[in-house]
């Protein structure tokens, strides 16, 4: 075995060698509990090349920490301080307008935790009352509103977006009509994607029925498809997975259409290459079982423009390797992710 | 980062700034100036759009600390600011660079301080080559890097920095440092 884990090394599958690298990883960090870490060093025992693996690693972080480092001159606070000044925030410091403030968070806070009882409610003691995957989106803004931080302040306000276009939950828009499993004919191997969304507020119903309209599932790990309750158990550990076969555009259009609405906020792209090494464990079990729910059509959005330019311009940032573009399948994992972490 | 004497005194400085006593800031800003500095540097690839950003994440952190609970230390939370500022600069970075035509990753020369004199000639070599490897690492990796390598935050801070759960940042740290170290040895061939 070589030191590049990506590159296939693993007989296991790639859900098990996903499972390696983090485990492997917060070893060296020396971030696991006394349990896994004895499982790393069984590990370890069995394959020196890992610890050859290990041994780089460590070398590459003492020359980094070796570098010379950059430093601000004396005169930078007092240019600080002439910005806040010129800036004028300093009155919004008033004693009152900090209680103001504070009240204010608590009773976003109590709203929020509100809403989570209700949802709460409604998963366990109606549950007849909403379908399963009502329950899974459901078990999402639980999380969010169980988690909450206080959100970091953006450079820039946000955008004046185009109104989105969101079907009510239980619209009659036809939901991809005529759709064809693009996997199967094409014979390509896929590749990955790994996209991770904030969901900040977003109305239950409304992504609801975008996930609908494109045939999102979620599914755990192993590429099935989650109950309510299993999806609840996952929200804890602050991540859930979307996970779907398509053309990239294909996948584009329905980020876009998330992306779009003024609920959600689209950060943290990862493009091809990133995951197409180690692909996604769960791919085989999840094209086997939902091969046909899977598939998303290209929908055309236009008022979704302006988003789909800045999304390619950080994705094309963010990419490591042109070669992977292109309009081939592609698998891609869609983290959703509670913006609390 | 965890050390609670030092999070007990920062509290303080921002409970007094908050009751209107602005000189405090100026406590926290000399106190981390540097080392957010040095951060948003190795990110940016450029010193003089880091000075830029470290100054925008004090003024923002300013005016919103009375939203800063406490829960993670400040300097977590105003690397989160300062991180946010320095992504919103990249994709202007990137627009702008889309339109000339040009590269859109600059190099990075060695700050005033080294590589150091006495420095042997190997040392030298070897960060010029982590400099060159550095340059070419993707943005994601780069930084994720930077907040572990260099400012060494824990897995917990940097998911908060980076907004993402901490099995993300154990995977992407992986991919990362493997990335590396097939850079470093191009950038040695």
């Given at each position: 075995?070589?030191?590049?884990?990506?590159?296939?090394?693993?007989?296991?599958?790639?859900?098990?060698?996903?499972?390696?690298?983090?485990?492997?990883?917060?070893?060296?960090?020396n971030e696991l509990e006394p349990a896994e870490r004895g499982e790393v060093e069984t590990m370890l025992a069995e394959n020196p090349d890992l610890r050859g693996l290990l041994d780089q690693w460590q070398s590459s972080g003492d020359s980094l920490r070796r570098l010379p480092t950059y430093s601000l001159g004396a005169e930078f606070s007092a240019g600080v301080r002439s910005k806040i000044?010129?800036?004028?925030?300093?009155?919004?410091?008033?004693?009152?307008?900090?209680?103001?403030?504070?009240?204010?968070?608590?009773?976003?806070?109590?709203?929020?935790?509100?809403?989570?009882?209700?949802?709460?409610?409604?998963?366990?003691?109606?549950?007849?009352?909403?379908?399963?995957?009502?329950?899974?989106?459901?078990?999402?803004?639980?999380?969010?509103?169980?988690?909450?931080?206080?959100?970091?302040?953006?450079?820039?306000?946000?955008?004046?977006?185009?109104?989105?276009?969101?079907?009510?939950?239980?619209?009659?828009?036809?939901?991809?009509?005529?759709?064809?499993?693009?996997?199967?004919?094409?014979?390509?191997?896929?590749?990955?994607?790994?996209?991770?969304?904030?969901?900040?507020?977003?109305?239950?119903?409304?992504?609801?029925?975008?996930?609908?309209?494109?045939?999102?599932?979620?599914?755990?790990?192993?590429?099935?498809?989650?109950?309510?309750?299993?999806?609840?158990?996952?929200?804890?550990?602050?991540?859930?997975?979307?996970?779907?076969?398509?053309?990239?555009?294909?996948?584009?259009?329905?980020?876009?259409?998330?992306?779009?609405?003024?609920?959600?906020?689209?950060?943290?792209?990862?493009?091809?290459?990133?995951?197409?090494?180690?692909?996604?464990?769960?791919?085989?079990?999840?094209?086997?079982?939902?091969?046909?729910?899977?598939?998303?059509?290209?929908?055309?959005?236009?008022?979704?423009?302006?988003?789909?330019?800045?999304?390619?311009?950080?994705?094309?940032?963010?990419?490591?390797?042109?070669?992977?573009?292109?309009?081939?399948?592609?698998?891609?994992?869609?983290?959703?992710?509670?913006?609390?972490? | 980062?965890?050390?609670?004497?030092?999070?007990?005194?920062?509290?303080?400085?921002?409970?007094?700034?908050?009751?209107?006593?602005?000189?405090?800031?100026?406590?926290?800003?000399?106190?981390?100036?540097?080392?957010?500095?040095?951060?948003?540097?190795?990110?940016?690839?450029?010193?003089?759009?880091?000075?830029?950003?470290?100054?925008?994440?004090?003024?923002?952190?300013?005016?919103?600390?009375?939203?800063?609970?406490?829960?993670?230390?400040?300097?977590?939370?105003?690397?989160?600011?300062?991180?946010?500022?320095?992504?919103?600069?990249?994709?202007?970075?990137?627009?702008?660079?889309?339109?000339?035509?040009?590269?859109?990753?600059?190099?990075?020369?060695?700050?005033?301080?080294?590589?150091?004199?006495?420095?042997?000639?190997?040392?030298?070599?070897?960060?010029?080559?982590?400099?060159?490897?550095?340059?070419?690492?993707?943005?994601?990796?780069?930084?994720?890097?930077?907040?572990?390598?260099?400012?060494?935050?824990?897995?917990?801070?940097?998911?908060?920095?980076?907004?993402?759960?901490?099995?993300?940042?154990?995977?992407?740290?992986?991919?990362?440092?493997i990335r590396l170290r097939e850079l470093l040895e191009k950038v040695m061939d």
């Amino acid at each position: 075995m070589t030191g590049n884990l990506n590159e296939g090394d693993f007989d296991e599958s790639n859900f098990e060698r996903l499972k390696v690298e983090r485990l492997l990883t917060a070893y060296f960090d020396n971030e696991l509990e006394p349990a896994e870490r004895g499982e790393v060093e069984t590990m370890l025992a069995e394959n020196p090349d890992l610890r050859g693996l290990l041994d780089q690693w460590q070398s590459s972080g003492d020359s980094l920490r070796r570098l010379p480092t950059y430093s601000l001159g004396a005169e930078f606070s007092a240019g600080v301080r002439s910005k806040i000044d010129t800036a004028a925030v300093a009155k919004q410091h008033s004693p009152a307008a900090v209680v103001s403030t504070w009240d204010s968070q608590r009773v976003g806070m109590g709203g929020i935790v509100a809403l989570a009882a209700l949802l709460l409610l409604t998963l366990f003691v109606f549950p007849s009352l909403v379908e399963d995957r009502l329950d899974q989106q459901a078990a999402l803004v639980v999380k969010e509103a169980v988690d909450r931080e206080s959100k970091v302040p953006s450079e820039t306000p946000p955008k004046e977006r185009p109104k989105p276009i969101i079907a009510p939950r239980n619209s009659s828009l036809p939901r991809n009509p005529g759709r064809s499993p693009r996997m199967a004919s094409t014979g390509k191997k896929s590749r990955g994607v790994e996209q991770v969304l904030l969901i900040q507020n977003a109305a239950l119903s409304d992504l609801e029925a975008i996930l609908n309209r494109h045939e999102i599932h979620i599914v755990d790990s192993k590429g099935k498809t989650l109950d309510g309750e299993n999806l609840l158990a996952q929200a804890k550990q602050g991540m859930e997975a979307i996970h779907v076969v398509s053309e990239k555009a294909s996948m584009q259009n329905a980020i876009n259409e998330i992306a779009d609405h003024e609920s959600v906020t689209v950060t943290a792209f990862t493009m091809p290459g990133q995951l197409g090494s180690r692909a996604i464990g769960n791919s085989k079990s999840a094209k086997t079982e939902e091969s046909s729910a899977l598939q998303l059509q290209p929908r055309d959005f236009s008022g979704a423009a302006e988003t789909a330019r800045e999304i390619n311009e950080l994705n094309d940032w963010f990419k490591l390797d042109d070669e992977e573009q292109g309009g081939e399948p592609i698998e891609c994992l869609l983290l959703i992710q509670s913006l609390s972490q | 980062m965890n050390n609670p004497r030092a999070k007990h005194e920062d509290r303080e400085w921002i409970c007094r700034t908050i009751d209107g006593d602005t000189e405090s800031f100026g406590f926290l800003v000399r106190k981390y100036q540097d080392r957010l500095y040095n951060g948003m540097v190795q990110i940016l690839r450029n010193e003089s759009e880091a000075e830029d950003v470290v100054q925008d994440a004090f003024v923002l952190a300013f005016s919103k600390l009375d939203s800063f609970q406490g829960k993670s230390a400040f300097f977590t939370w105003l690397y989160r600011i300062a991180y946010n500022v320095a992504i919103t600069r990249l994709r202007r970075r990137k627009r702008g660079v889309s339109l000339d035509g040009d590269d859109a990753r600059v190099r990075l020369d060695f700050p005033d301080s080294g590589p150091l004199p006495n420095d042997s000639i190997e040392k030298q070599e070897q960060a010029v080559q982590l400099y060159a490897a550095l340059d070419r690492l993707s943005g994601e990796h780069r930084s994720i890097l930077v907040l572990r390598e260099m400012e060494e935050l824990d897995y917990d801070a940097i998911a908060e920095i980076l907004e993402l759960p901490v099995g993300t940042v154990r995977s992407r740290l992986h991919r990362a440092r493997i990335r590396l170290r097939e850079l470093l040895e191009k950038v040695m061939d």
